[in-house]
């Protein structure tokens, strides 16, 4: 889910296993991979870091619940009106898909986009039907041949000339005629509908995290289920991760607060910080 206020943006998204009680085998893996990987990148989507550092713990993150992160997925800088901005975290370094190194600075916010899964984590487009959610390329221009095209892409310039939108919200009857031309002369940006090998399991988890001077705000959460995953995450690099801070130290006296151990942040941490926002 999105949304924005004066272009201002805010993305969330988990998954939910459609059943009572507690979630357990491949299935809590998956889950629990996603969720520890998203608890690292708040962790290290920090002021100082590198976009790097990040996209190299998620997919250690992952190998410890034995999943894979999945290829393709792109954590954005967003500002306002734009939520794909140009620095950006990758989820799986390849060779096809490189992005420029970039630091984390005060004052960014980013959407922190996270999907594991049990199988070889390289998802294909099987139909393109499938696809209904598009963006308009802003930097693309071409003048359109079909009437319908132009219609089109008249009524996404008028209602939706930045962010995404689906093609139900079109009025024209013709939506997928008048589409075609648009997406084959990339006036349009599709979000495809991508699929696993059957039998293989998917999560995601995407939040969006301000980066504030006295440390990081998760502005967007979501309730977890009960997981009992088959793997446990003994890596002492990762509970190292885990156990970091997401706000800066106030200098001064106070109490001090008892630390979570890096095992209980995975679940604990998102429960708070839900109740929180």
């Known amino acids: 889910m999105g949304c924005h206020i004066d272009g201002f943006i805010a993305v969330v998204a988990h ?17 629990a991979a996603a969720n520890t990987a998203a608890e690292v990148a708040l962790r290290l989507v920090r002021p100082g870091k ?18 894979k992160i999945v290829e393709g997925v792109l954590s954005h800088q967003m ?41 070889e984590g390289k998802p294909k487009l099987l139909d393109e039907k499938q696809t209904t959610i598009y963006k308009r390329a802003v930097d693309k221009n071409y003048h359109l041949k079909m009437k319908a095209s132009r219609f ?18 079109l009025e ?8 075609v031309e648009c997406l084959n002369h990339d006036l349009l ?39 009992q995953p088959a793997k446990t995450v003994d890596d002492p690099e990762i509970k ?6 997401t706000k800066t130290k106030k200098k001064g006296g106070g109490k001090k607060k008892k630390g979570k151990k890096a095992d209980e942040v995975t679940i604990e941490e998102a429960k708070d910080e839900h109740s929180q926002g």
């Open 79 to 119: 500002k306002q009106f734009v939520i794909d901005g140009n620095k950006v975290v990758l989820s799986v370094s390849a060779p096809e898909t490189r992005v420029d190194d970039a630091e984390f600075e005060e004052n960014e916010v980013y959407a922190i986009d996270i999907v594991t899964s049990t199988g």
């Open 50 to 67: 590198n976009n790097k550092d990040v996209t190299e713990a998620i997919q250690k993150v992952a190998a410890a619940y034995d999943c």
């Open 240 to 245: 190292a991760w885990l156990s970091l801070g």
């Open 172 to 179: 024209e009857k013709r939506t997928r005629l008048g589409l």
């Open 152 to 169: 089109i892409y008249s009524e996404i310039n008028q209602k939706f000339p930045i962010m995404p939108f689906t093609a139900r919200a």
């Open 189 to 227: 940006e599709p979000y495809p509908v991508l699929h696993e090998k059957p039998g293989d399991l998917v999560a995601h988890i995407k939040f969006t995290v301000l980066l504030m001077p006295n440390g990081s705000d998760r502005i967007t959460s979501h309730y977890l289920q009960e997981l």
């Open 15 to 31: 998954t939910h296993v459609l059943q009572q009680g507690l979630v357990t085998g491949r299935a809590a893996d998956v889950i």
